[in-house]
């Protein structure tokens, strides 16, 4: 059944549901809080519909809508909306993860709740519409309108350190956003000043009706991918992230960790491959070496943290450049890879942060020295805890294993040094994962711990269609693989083409040892 105008109704539904909680000021917040969950489920539902009628052969956009928003004499600034196998699963687990933050939130944030609620749900919305975006002009109002719900949700319902964290966080990503503007504007005079359209500007480049010198390039890669960086954050652009989530609420740091990061990574290959391939061949070795520095460095970081919020900031820092490496491999494997993996990491971090949440809401700390010994007390909480775990650590039969394993086969294809190095990361991620798990569930018992009880009905609502997805993903990959493969062969023959002699650029990625190749021009 074809449902006119979906991507419209997917985006924009959950702000009409906000405005509907602000107009009904005698509402009770149980009542709120069941409107607003209804209308994140009714997103979720819609955005199934994408799903199970993707043409997975086709590399276009598809569900497309395109209507006139802002008409100058010469040009005109389009709602343009649309979806291809980067962004589907993208916009599926915005859609999937709200409704979990939504009832994550149901006893444990009980001031302000009609405001709480209108800025998850805006925050939605944002998220949303930059996985559906086409028009640049859109997306950057999109990427802009949800820095200011996750600003509200941090500063007023945040921790201790709120105000420092939320203003951190807005002003790392408003400089990379106004970074990203200049080249906005720079790419549309550079098109003859009549088309915010990527999709019109990637054909005119295809065709040649429109070319960069190497320096333009250069410096519009750049302009883009420094906004994208630290939306990722690619190190060293991550310090604001462990201040964001610590004290960020934990339906805050579901999504944040969830789908906001993701934006930064879906930017580089939606954007930065397809328009500036030859930029992003010249500097792959470079983001390359800093993708495994973070993936290192957070790694190693994460082993040393007393504060478990912190710990697995800290390792989506590290998971993180993990995906970056993927992508910047240049190869089916790699770029599949780090596309899975976005979802992936979005199920593991996310589960993690609320199962984090759940122990908080009980002790009211954090730390993991306070623990110790839960596993006696809540058998199905550490079970459940378990499980995640070892997905976020990539065990074989859970879905961290498929996105990893294919990224490593794409850097051990492209450079053995950067797969090496990359295996260590996940080694050392087991360590502090595990540890983790074992000082708080089996590790010496803390009295204070044991009044905990086991997790409830409304937690195993939550927790029950995570774990699921995981298992789906991680036994039976391939529609999630398939619907994916079309649209990154697509990116990878426009990057490939600017690697060939008449490219403007004559590069390749590192190559192995003993292998022969170009250099830049």
């Known amino acids: 059944m074809d449902v006119p105008f979906i991507l419209s109704w997917i985006t924009y539904l959950p702000a009409a549901v906000a405005l509907v909680l602000l107009a009904l000021p005698r509402a009770s917040n149980r009542t709120l809080r069941w409107i607003a969950l209804s209308g994140s489920l009714a997103a979720f539902l819609l955005s199934l519909h994408l799903g199970f009628h993707f043409d997975a052969s086709s590399s276009r956009m598809q569900f497309e809508e395109s209507v006139s928003w802002i008409r100058f004499p010469a040009?005109?600034?389009?709602?343009?909306?649309?979806?291809?196998?980067?962004?589907?699963?993208?916009?599926?687990?915005t859609t999937f993860l709200t409704p979990l933050a939504l009832l994550s939130s149901w006893k444990s944030v009980t001031m302000r709740v009609r405001p709480f609620l209108a800025c998850v749900l805006l925050?939605?919305?944002?998220?949303?519409?930059?996985?559906?975006?086409?028009?640049?002009?859109?997306?950057?109002?999109?990427?802009?309108?949800?820095?200011?719900?996750?600003?509200?949700?941090?500063?007023?319902?945040?921790?201790?350190?709120?105000?420092?964290?939320?203003?951190?966080?807005?002003?790392?990503?408003?400089?990379?956003?106004?970074?990203?503007?200049?080249?906005i504007l720079y790419l549309f005079f550079a098109a003859g000043g009549d088309t915010f359209s990527l999709v019109e500007i990637v054909a005119r480049l295809e065709r040649g009706a429109l070319a960069w010198s190497s320096r333009e390039e250069f410096w519009l890669f750049l302009a883009f991918?420094?906004?994208?960086?630290i939306k990722i954050p690619l190190f060293p652009f991550h310090t604001w992230l462990p201040d964001a989530h610590v004290e960020a609420p934990t339906a805050g740091s579901v999504i944040l960790a969830g789908v906001l990061l993701k934006m930064g990574t879906y930017g580089l290959v939606r954007f930065c491959l397809p328009l500036f391939p030859g930029a992003a061949l010249a500097l792959a070795p470079w983001i390359s070496v800093l993708a495994v520095v973070g993936i290192l460095y957070g790694a190693l970081v994460a082993m040393v943290q007393p504060d478990m919020k912190k710990l697995v900031a800290y390792s989506s820092v590290s998971h993180m450049g993990l995906v970056v490496l993927g992508i910047f491999t240049f190869?089916?494997?790699?770029?599949?890879?780090?596309?899975?993996?976005?979802?992936?990491?979005?199920?593991?971090?996310g589960a993690l942060f609320l199962l984090v949440g759940m122990l908080y809401d009980r002790r009211h700390t954090r730390r993991i020295a306070d623990f110790g010994g839960v596993a006696h007390t809540s058998p199905v909480f550490a079970a459940a805890f378990l499980v995640v775990t070892l997905a976020a650590i990539a065990l074989p039969g859970l879905n961290g294993f498929v996105g990893e394993i294919l990224i490593l086969a794409g850097s051990f294809a492209r450079n053995k040094v950067f797969g090496t190095l990359a295996a260590l990361g996940m080694i050392l991620g087991a360590v502090y994962m595990l540890r983790m798990y074992?000082?708080?569930?089996?590790?010496?018992?803390?009295?204070?711990?044991?009044?905990?009880?086991?997790?409830?009905?409304?937690?195993?609502?939550?927790?029950?269609?995570?774990?699921?997805?995981?298992?789906?993903?991680?036994?039976?990959?391939?529609?999630?693989?398939?619907?994916?493969?079309?649209?990154?062969?697509?990116?990878?023959?426009?990057?490939e083409s600017a690697g060939t002699p008449g490219g403007s650029y004559r590069?390749?990625?590192?190559?192995p040892p003993g292998t022969p190749g170009e250099e830049t021009k």
């Open 507 to 511: 590069v390749q990625f590192i190559d």
């Open 331 to 349: 190869t089916p494997h790699g770029m599949t890879g780090a596309l899975i993996q976005m979802v992936n990491h979005g199920l593991s971090t």
């Open 123 to 183: 925050l939605e919305t944002g998220m949303t519409g930059v996985f559906c975006a086409l028009d640049l002009v859109l997306f950057y109002v999109f990427w802009e309108v949800m820095l200011i719900p996750m600003y509200f949700l941090i500063g007023i319902w945040g921790g201790e350190r709120r105000l420092y964290a939320a203003i951190k966080f807005i002003l790392y990503t408003m400089a990379g956003s106004l970074l990203m503007l200049v080249g």
């Open 75 to 93: 040009f005109e600034i389009r709602h343009h909306l649309g979806v291809d196998g980067i962004s589907l699963f993208l916009v599926m687990l």
């Open 438 to 495: 074992q000082r708080i569930f089996w590790g010496p018992k803390n009295p204070a711990n044991a009044g905990l009880g086991d997790i409830g009905t409304r937690e195993r609502i939550l927790l029950l269609p995570i774990v699921g997805l995981m298992l789906w993903i991680g036994v039976y990959s391939a529609p999630f693989l398939r619907r994916m493969d079309a649209s990154v062969a697509g990116i990878l023959e426009r990057v």
């Open 225 to 229: 991918g420094l906004a994208f960086a």
